[in-house]
Nanobody, 127 residues
């Protein structure tokens, strides 16, 4: 499965962006899909994940109420990011895992729960 994240850009604080994660070689209906980000000088962190069916979604506390993850029948997973803050600045990656629900040993964003990783897209939020 090949993944490609896109939709990043430069925005001002308070504005919105929508990232997309396209896949080939597989179908998102059988995969969980997560979004991760890595800010300069920081470790990668999980942002959001959606189950294979789309029935369950998970978010890191810092984005709850601002970000929304979704998937469509065209094999694309979206991350709608509203009310962006400068601390959201990072390279955003999508990843997919061969399981029904997000998580590995209770951690929604454990790397071991994801088998495929895409290239990142840069999101820059200016103050």
């Amino acid at each position: 499965v090949q993944l490609q994240a896109s939709g990043g850009g430069l925005v001002q604080a308070g504005e919105s962006l929508r990232l997309s994660c396209g896949g080939s070689g597989g179908t998102f209906s059988s995969l969980v899909t997560g979004w991760f980000r890595q800010a300069p000088g920081k470790e990668r962190e999980g942002v959001s994940c959606i189950s294979a069916t789309g029935g369950a979604t998970y978010y890191v506390d810092s984005v709850k109420g601002r970000f929304a993850i979704s998937k469509d029948i065209k094999n694309t997973v979206w991350l709608q990011m509203n009310s962006l803050k400068p601390e959201d600045t990072a390279v955003y990656y999508c990843a997919a895992g061969r399981r029904h629900d997000c998580g590995y040993n209770g951690d929604y964003f454990d790397d071991r729960g994801y088998d495929y990783w895409g290239q990142g897209t840069l999101v820059t939020v200016s103050s």
